[in-house]
């Protein structure tokens, strides 16, 4: 037996809901596990041909059923007698629901959990996908539904999914007049005495500069759609937050709504063991008078309320600023350089002034670049204090059009807000519910960013991140993990190359942190950089927050410290932008900047600004290398800018050694096709060299080096084989000798493969056709041809071949030949008189062959075989 039930005091998104999953379970038996709402049990008075199927709880064979489906719902403690029947192992428990988690929530088979407007909307996108029709009067309830859930489509819960469902209501027939009935309608005497009540019996509780508008009323009898007059009273005061109780019958009935991230409305039902979102949640209380509950309420607020955010908890600091006595040309080369359009004046360290990009870009244009910025800047403007609250931030920035507001401490500047900045704050990323981040309040994002860390990394990790921000408290520094790290907590990919960058000296934390818990640290002065060496196989690359900019194209970076902000902006593209706080008040906190976690949702690999590729020109490999090991795409802005940056030859201006490191790393990757067809889309293969062409040769070649480093990697030998180097062997195969000297100059190859590549272009051929064509081939031949060669050579030889019978050569020398021991040495030659000299080689040579060729095994047949070599000389 099935059975669809909801939560107790079903409201309409809960009826809707039930209606729309008969649609996927038509087997399915309706039943309500207790009381309705008012609203409810109007609607089925007048409409009763609807809901002839539906049930009470009580008239259900609980140990008949074998599938439980939840609507808008999965707390045991809110669906009655149900909650004894979805504990049972036996039956099969479905769940459909647009709640935040609860700590007595149910697990199901199937969950499908979604932070829409309604639950409804959530089972219309199913229908909508499976084509299931939907008669007008069932479009009708769940129009009901969405609209009762979302405030009419109004509330800050509400989104984008709720108006596509809504429009696909209305295109099956919903009837908007019955909705506007039972959605709009006049109060009744009752009503009305009890919204009055609320009224009169108003008063706010501030908990940490947060005002929460607090209301009671009282009744003998039920009164109902209390909701709708707490909604009332909330416009009519116009409120952030409000908490409205009334005392009705034996029980007290609590809604809370709120459209600030300090207040959380679920946080504050579920201490009254009810439910809901951090917009908008109820609870019913029993046992308790409302002077009880009232006084329970105030301490949850106090206990739940986050504090107001001001000016020091989201500023940028520190902040560039020039002295009054530069000239506005310098002015215009530091806007240019920190990519900033503000610039704060000071003399002797105290601010006195500003002066804004546009004013120099005037100034230039008239010959007055050389004036001292003083004469131009603008000294008529508001600052704050590091304590300054959001709302008098945004008073000045958006209501004064104040677009850069220094943070002052006894006139020194500590920091500075920026309209971007302040939009940051204010705005609550939508996009975060698919990445696994509850996105309804600032302070849930970070509780679970913070459990989404725990349960992505291992202990020893967790441990070593917490250690970090300890001692980073410690000294008054911000300590934070970024870049891949980061991104790769999102992705659920094991990333234990952990960067952190320190606001403050991170040499001196890397120390700082080294002698506390006993680490080795190797410092690096030159770079401003440190790694602490937790052990063997876990290391933690520490630096200082700084910026980076470009005299001319290309060219290697200039460094300077700065804040994390500015640090992050430095980086190639926008996936690797993230960051988490590492200090312990803030830990598990994610900072995107830059739109980071809306590209990593979209898979797409986008650079930060328009110069990307003119600054650095080597970025464009880096963005092949991560679009195809993360299976991403390029933006279709960055391709262009690629594109562009390959048209006007940038990558010339790197050096041959800079485009060969930059190879080698794309070569380290694991589908190595897919990678050079892309360089190759990108008319990049010509920068390796000139005459390099991705043909049909080229795939064959690089595909059967793949299949042959599969077949190596199976027969787990011990020595090692760097693969990316027989790839390049691969890529450059048809160059000549010529060419591959002139490549191995101009990329300024070290030795250690300048070598190999020489012996593979010189000998490579003689060794293919000496195996194809000497006959008899003995074994001993296949070892002296192959053994003088380097692991990849051979392996890219073998690739190269196309004769079955050299394949097999190769194989017969990995697997057999190639690790061929004499035991016999020159100590023993020495016992059989044999005196030392050349004669020593020529012997061990002939015994090498005889074991290749599987004449001879063993150490007394060894010694038999020199005694009979020594007789014949």
């Known amino acids: 037996m099935e059975v669809i039930t909801t939560h107790i005091t079903a409201d309409f998104d809960a009826l809707a809901s039930m209606i729309a999953a008969k649609k996927l379970y038509p087997n399915a038996v309706l039943a309500f596990p207790g009381a309705q709402e008012k609203s409810i049990r109007d609607f089925m008075l007048q409409s009763t041909a609807y809901f002839l199927d539906i049930q009470k709880a009580s008239k259900v064979p609980l140990e008949e059923i074998t599938r439980l489906i939840l609507v808008d719902i999965r707390q045991a403690s809110r669906i009655g007698k149900f909650a004894e029947v979805a504990l049972k192992k036996d039956v099969d428990v479905h769940i459909y629901d647009h709640h935040p988690a609860s700590p007595d929530d149910i697990k199901g088979s199937l969950e499908i959990i979604q932070p829409l407007g309604s639950t409804?909307?959530?089972?219309?996108?199913?229908?909508?996908?499976?084509?299931?029709?939907?008669?007008?009067?069932?479009?009708?309830?769940?129009?009901?539904?969405?609209?009762?859930?979302?405030?009419?489509?109004?509330?800050?819960?509400?989104?984008?999914?709720?108006?596509?469902?809504?429009?696909?209501?209305?295109?099956?027939?919903?009837?908007?007049?019955?909705?506007?009935?039972?959605?709009?309608?006049?109060?009744?005497?009752?009503?009305?005495?009890?919204?009055?009540?609320?009224?009169?019996?108003?008063?706010?509780?501030?908990?940490?500069?947060?005002?929460?508008?607090?209301?009671?009323?009282?009744?003998?009898?039920?009164?109902?759609?209390?909701?709708?007059?707490?909604?009332?009273?909330?416009?009519?005061?116009?409120?952030?937050?409000?908490?409205?109780?009334?005392?009705?019958?034996?029980?007290?009935?609590?809604?809370?709504?709120?459209?600030?991230?300090?207040?959380?409305?679920?946080?504050?039902?579920?201490?009254?063991?009810?439910?809901?979102?951090?917009?908008?949640?109820?609870?019913?209380?029993?046992?308790?008078?409302?002077?009880?509950?009232?006084?329970?309420?105030?301490r949850v607020l106090n206990a739940t309320i986050k504090p107001v955010k001001v000016a020091r908890d989201f500023m940028a600091t520190p902040v560039k600023t020039i002295d009054v006595h530069k000239t506005l040309d310098q002015a215009s080369a530091m806007l240019t350089r920190y990519n900033i359009n503000v610039l704060p004046v000071t003399e002797k360290d105290k601010l006195v002034g500003m002066i804004s990009r546009q004013i120099i870009e005037k100034a230039r244009h008239h010959g007055l670049e050389g004036i001292p910025v003083r004469e131009y800047m603008t000294t008529e403007y508001a600052t704050v204090r590091e304590s300054t609250s959001v709302s008098e931030i945004k008073r000045h920035i958006i209501k004064d059009n104040q677009r850069f507001l220094p943070v002052l401490e006894r006139k020194k500047i500590k920091g500075a807000i920026t309209r971007?900045?302040?939009?940051?704050?204010?705005?609550?990323?939508?996009?975060?519910?698919?990445?696994?981040?509850?996105?309804?309040?600032?302070?849930?994002?970070?509780?679970?960013?913070?459990?989404?860390?725990?349960?992505?990394?291992?202990?020893?990790?967790?441990?070593?991140?917490?250690?970090?921000?300890?001692?980073?408290?410690?000294?008054?520094?911000?300590?934070?993990?970024?870049?891949?790290?980061?991104?790769?907590?999102?992705?659920r990919i094991k990333n234990y190359d952990i960067d952190v960058v320190i606001e403050g000296d991170g040499i001196q934390f890397a120390k700082k942190f080294a002698e506390q818990f006993g680490n080795n640290v190797k410092v690096?002065?030159?770079?401003?950089?440190?790694?602490?060496?937790?052990?063997?196989?876990?290391?933690?690359?520490?630096?200082?927050?700084?910026?980076?900019?470009?005299?001319?194209?290309?060219?290697?970076?200039?460094?300077?410290?700065?804040?994390?902000?500015?640090d992050l902006y430095r980086r190639d593209f926008t996936i690797n932008t993230l960051a988490i706080r590492l200090n312990k008040n803030f830990f598990g906190e994610m900072i995107d900047f830059f739109g980071a976690r809306r590209d990593i949702k979209e898979k797409a690999v986008r650079v930060l600004h328009n110069l990307s590729f003119v600054e650095d020109p080597s970025r464009i490999f880096r963005a092949i290398r991560f679009e195809q090991r993360l299976d991403f795409h390029i933006g279709k802005l960055t391709k262009n800018l690629i594109d562009n940056a390959v048209k006007h030859d940038f990558l010339q201006n790197l050096s041959g050694k800079r485009i060969f490191s930059e190879v080698?790393?794309?070569?380290?990757?694991?589908?190595?096709?897919?990678?050079?067809?892309?360089?190759?889309?990108?008319?990049?293969?010509?920068?390796?060299?000139?005459?390099?062409?991705?043909?049909?040769?080229?795939?064959?070649?690089?595909?059967?080096?793949?299949?042959?480093?599969?077949?190596?990697?199976?027969?787990?030998?011990?020595?090692?084989?760097?693969?990316?180097?027989?790839?390049?062997?691969?890529?450059?195969?048809?160059?000549?000798?010529?060419?591959?000297?002139?490549?191995?100059?101009?990329?300024?190859?070290?030795?250690?493969?300048?070598?190999?590549?020489?012996?593979?272009?010189?000998?490579?051929?003689?060794?293919?056709?000496?195996?194809?064509?000497?006959?008899?081939?003995?074994?001993?031949?296949?070892?002296?041809?192959?053994?003088?060669?380097?692991?990849?050579?051979?392996?890219?030889?073998?690739?190269?071949?196309?004769?079955?019978?050299?394949?097999?050569?190769?194989?017969?020398?990995?697997?057999?030949?190639?690790?061929?021991?004499?035991h016999v040495n020159g100590k023993d030659l020495q016992k059989l008189g044999i005196p030392p000299g050349k004669i020593y080689k020529h012997m061990l040579d002939s015994l090498l062959d005889e074991i290749l060729n599987g004449k001879i095994e063993g150490k007394e047949e060894e010694i038999t075989f020199i005694k009979t070599l020594q007789k014949r000389s």
């Open 120 to 298: 409804t909307t959530i089972l219309c996108k199913i229908l909508k996908e499976r084509n299931l029709e939907i008669s007008p009067d069932e479009a009708t309830v769940m129009m009901l539904g969405i609209y009762e859930d979302t405030g009419n489509l109004t509330f800050s819960s509400t989104t984008e999914e709720d108006y596509t469902a809504a429009g696909f209501l209305f295109s099956q027939g919903a009837n908007l007049n019955i909705v506007a009935d039972m959605v709009i309608k006049e109060l009744t005497a009752e009503q009305v005495a009890i919204l009055n009540q609320l009224i009169e019996n108003t008063y706010v509780h501030t908990v940490q500069g947060v005002d929460v508008m607090i209301a009671k009323a009282a009744s003998d009898s039920y009164v109902g759609d209390f909701a709708v007059l707490v909604h009332k009273l909330k416009n009519m005061g116009n409120v952030n937050a409000l908490v409205a109780m009334a005392s009705m019958e034996d029980r007290i009935y609590l809604v809370a709504r709120s459209r600030i991230q300090e207040v959380n409305a679920g946080e504050i039902a579920a201490a009254f063991d009810g439910g809901g979102h951090a917009t908008a949640a109820s609870a019913t209380i029993h046992n308790m008078t409302i002077v009880q509950a009232e006084q329970k309420l105030v």
């Open 664 to 822: 080698m790393l794309l070569l380290h990757e694991e589908q190595i096709l897919p990678i050079v067809k892309r360089m190759n889309d990108f008319d990049l293969l010509k920068y390796v060299y000139p005459t390099l062409k991705y043909d049909s040769a080229m795939r064959s070649m690089l595909k059967n080096i793949a299949e042959v480093l599969s077949w190596y990697d199976l027969l787990y030998l011990e020595s090692a084989c760097e693969k990316w180097f027989v790839y390049f062997l691969g890529l450059v195969d048809r160059l000549k000798q010529d060419d591959i000297a002139r490549l191995v100059a101009t990329f300024d190859i070290k030795k250690k493969y300048a070598v190999p590549l020489a012996i593979a272009k010189n000998q490579g051929y003689d060794v293919l056709y000496n195996i194809a064509h000497k006959r008899p081939l003995k074994d001993s031949d296949i070892y002296r041809y192959l053994h003088v060669l380097p692991v990849e050579v051979c392996l890219y030889l073998m690739a190269k071949t196309g004769r079955r019978t050299t394949k097999k050569a190769f194989s017969l020398y990995f697997t057999k030949l190639r690790n061929t021991k004499i």
């Open 420 to 491: 971007t900045d302040l939009l940051r704050v204010l705005h609550v990323d939508m996009t975060e519910e698919s990445l696994g981040i509850e996105s309804r309040s600032s302070e849930g994002r970070h509780k679970k960013m913070k459990s989404l860390i725990t349960e992505r990394l291992d202990k020893e990790v967790l441990k070593l991140l917490k250690n970090i921000g300890f001692v980073a408290d410690a000294m008054g520094f911000n300590a934070y993990a970024v870049g891949g790290f980061a991104r790769d907590v999102i992705l």
């Open 524 to 566: 690096y002065r030159k770079f401003g950089t440190a790694v602490i060496e937790i052990h063997d196989e876990l290391k933690v690359d520490v630096a200082s927050a700084r910026l980076e900019y470009y005299e001319k194209p290309a060219a290697l970076p200039k460094v300077e410290w700065s804040s994390i902000k500015l």
